[in-house]
């Protein structure tokens, strides 16, 4: 019943764009901050970017700033990843999760997978 469910995740070549979703259900995501995580084969999980939840205040990973963005549309009760000039190296599994520090994260997505190929 409260689940996180991500989507928009594939494949995209090298410098091609994709956008994830994070869609809340049972809960209302805007009395959390969200964060998005990655984690490739072989590669701790990393921190991707946090979006407060009042007021939405942005932060990015130093690997994804200027690329990645993202947003919130409340009505929706769903976050977005907007993830553009994409690299090999982006290639991971992304979560979506109700906090940006990982000891404070109650709920997490299943997680898709974005393979980029070179």
């Known amino acids: 019943q409260v689940q996180l469910v991500e989507s928009g995740g594939g494949l995209v070549q090298s410098g091609g764009s994709l956008t994830l979703s994070c869609a809340a259900a049972?809960?209302?995501?805007?009395?959390?901050?969200v964060g998005w995580f990655r984690q490739a084969p072989g590669k701790e999980r990393e921190a991707v970017s946090c979006i407060a939840y009042s007021p939405s205040s942005v932060y990015y990973a130093d690997s994804v700033k200027g690329r990645f963005a993202t947003s919130r549309d409340n009505p929706k009760n769903t976050v977005y990843l907007q993830m553009s000039s994409l690299q090999p190296e982006d290639t991971a599994v992304y979560f979506c999760?109700?906090?940006?520090?990982?000891?404070?994260?109650?709920?997490w997505g299943q997680g898709t997978q974005v393979t980029v190929s070179a």
């Open positions: 049972g809960f209302r995501l805007d009395n959390y901050p």
């Open positions: 999760a109700t906090a940006c520090d990982v000891p404070r994260v109650d709920k």
